[in-house]
């Protein structure tokens, strides 16, 4: 991301949506002009509230309906909202004026702003992922944001809202092309059409439903009840039973971002990258490009044990922590599925897991525990620092990843690429130094998804330390280009690092 602004020339032409896609650089679009409409039409819902409540609890009383607040008649009243409304009007008409994209066959431009402007840029090779969403209100227009995620945590998207969902599409598939290295025909730029898709997930709205109620929210709501409801017959007091009202609030929170971030969930996987689409009310598709997931984080719940369902979620680079709901949703690729489900997406984000038999070893991860199936565990000498999960506390080294699993209540799996460790970190606290063992931190872009090795023979914990940084290099060395349907060059394939396994890590109780 850059905050240089793009240039134009004297006598640039600026178009209104005959064309999206500039290849001239001097060639300058708009975005839909009902968009300041659909962005600020809560200002709108105000003013009305504001001048509309009194007339309306007037056609119910003797009087009859009144004009403002402040005992204005009728004609001053309509007089005033018309001029309300019509500065607003111009304030969206000059907002939509100076509000432009350009696209290049480098960068993505947007200008905006009156008073203070704003111009934001983006280079194509380091788009991370385009989002093309759809607020309810938007969806009755037929309108949509086009949103480029780059690698910057999120803080600085480009952003063009609102264009015609079939413009949204097309364009998306214009810059997807151009990061991908194709080469789009100046005579023809607004001939390349959305590549082609193969549905891979569809998750049934009885499933995410099933998911919401066997959540952990769930869980939540018994505890509170019960603590509430035992608080008040043991100290017989009806005052206590209010304080449910709040917890009841987050229930409800939560139970309808679950069921609005997953409602006609779906998955596929095109030439572009994986493509997700999900929403109820509020409606998103999300295209993340190949190579840029950086971390893969498979949860399993206490209860959803019963029924055999996991949650996916990844970081890529732009998205951010993913602390608000919305964030949430954009990193999960996966919202309840099946183990068969998360084998698949799996086989999507890593196409090639570094393992002869790579179900195995990923059921392995996500079910068993013990040292089987290439996982090495923590120590038995060492069981004292995790009674309950020292079995399953564990990792694994394929020649393309680095697997690392915990849990015994909440089961997780963590799926990190060699290519993507950016840094290493080795902790070793005074109970560890007793029992030699130590823990080992990745650092990757930020996300929902934190790897961490616990509790390691600390020899075995040293030698992972250097080998997955070298396993890192080596594995940037050989990856593909930025562009990723351009030619990469040939590289040799080296020799998979040899894994040196340490006697006592393997003991068995």
């Known amino acids: ?232 017959v043991l100290f017989r007091t009806p005052f206590v039973a209010p304080s449910l009202i709040p917890i009841l609030l987050g229930v409800v929170g939560a139970y309808w971002s679950a069921l609005n971030t997953g409602y006609n969930f779906r998955a596929a996987l095109s030439p572009d990258g994986i493509r997700v689409r999900y929403g109820l009310l509020d409606t998103r598709s999300q295209t993340v490009p190949p190579g840029r997931v950086q971390a893969v984080g498979i949860v399993q719940s206490p209860l959803w044990r019963l029924k055999g369902w996991y949650k996916i979620t990844v970081n890529v680079a732009g998205y951010g922590a993913a602390s608000s709901s919305e964030g949430q949703a954009r990193a999960t690729l996966l919202p309840v599925g099946t183990r068969e489900e998360v084998l698949r997406i799996l086989a999507l984000v890593l196409p090639d897991p570094g393992v002869d038999d790579p179900v195995r070893v990923f059921t392995a991860g996500l079910e068993s525990q013990g040292s089987t199936d290439g996982f090495i565990t923590t120590p038995r000498r060492a069981r004292l620092l995790g009674r309950l999960s020292w079995k399953r506390n564990g990792f694994a080294v394929t020649r393309t990843a680095l697997l690392i699993r915990s849990g015994v209540l909440w089961r997780t799996l963590d799926v990190v690429p060699h290519e993507r460790t950016q840094s290493l970190s080795l902790h070793q606290g005074p109970l560890d130094r007793r029992f030699r063992v130590a823990g080992l931190h990745l650092q990757t872009t930020p996300g929902p998804v934190a790897p961490r090795i616990r509790q390691a023979d600390e020899t075995l914990a040293w030698e992972l330390f250097h080998g997955q940084a070298r396993r890192a290099a080596e594995a940037r060395r050989r990856s593909g280009p930025e562009q990723w349907l351009s030619t990469p060059e040939q590289t040799p394939e080296p020799a998979p690092p040899r894994q040196e396994e340490d006697r006592d890590s393997h003991e068995q109780p």
């Open 1 to 232: 991301m850059s905050g240089e602004p793009g240039h134009q020339k004297p006598g640039g032409q600026v178009r209104a949506d005959s064309s999206l896609i500039s290849n001239p650089d001097d060639a300058w679009s708009r975005v839909h002009i009902i968009s300041p409409l659909v962005r600020g039409w809560i200002a709108l819902a105000a003013i009305g509230f504001f001048f509309g409540r009194d007339w309306f609890e007037g056609l119910f009383s003797d009087e009859g309906p009144s004009g403002v607040p402040g005992g204005l008649g009728t004609g001053w009243a309509v007089a005033i909202v018309l001029g309300v409304v019509a500065l607003i009007a111009a304030a969206f008409l000059v907002s939509w004026y100076f509000t432009r994209y350009q696209v290049t066959e480098e960068h993505v431009r947007v200008n905006t702003g009156v008073f203070f402007r704003q111009n934001r840029q983006a280079r194509l090779d380091r788009v991370q992922a385009i989002d093309v969403v759809q607020p309810f209100l938007a969806r009755l227009f037929g309108l949509a944001e086009l949103k480029f995620e780059v690698a910057d945590a999120g803080e600085s998207a480009v952003r063009l809202a609102f264009l015609k969902l079939t413009d949204a599409h097309r364009l998306r598939a214009t810059i997807l092309a151009r990061a991908a290295g194709v080469a789009v025909d100046p005579e023809h730029p607004d001939s390349i059409q959305e590549a082609p898709e193969h549905e891979v997930v569809a998750v049934p709205a009885g499933r995410v439903i099933g998911g919401a109620v066997l959540s952990g929210t769930t869980v939540l709501l018994v505890v509170g009840a019960v603590v509430v409801v035992g608080i008040t």
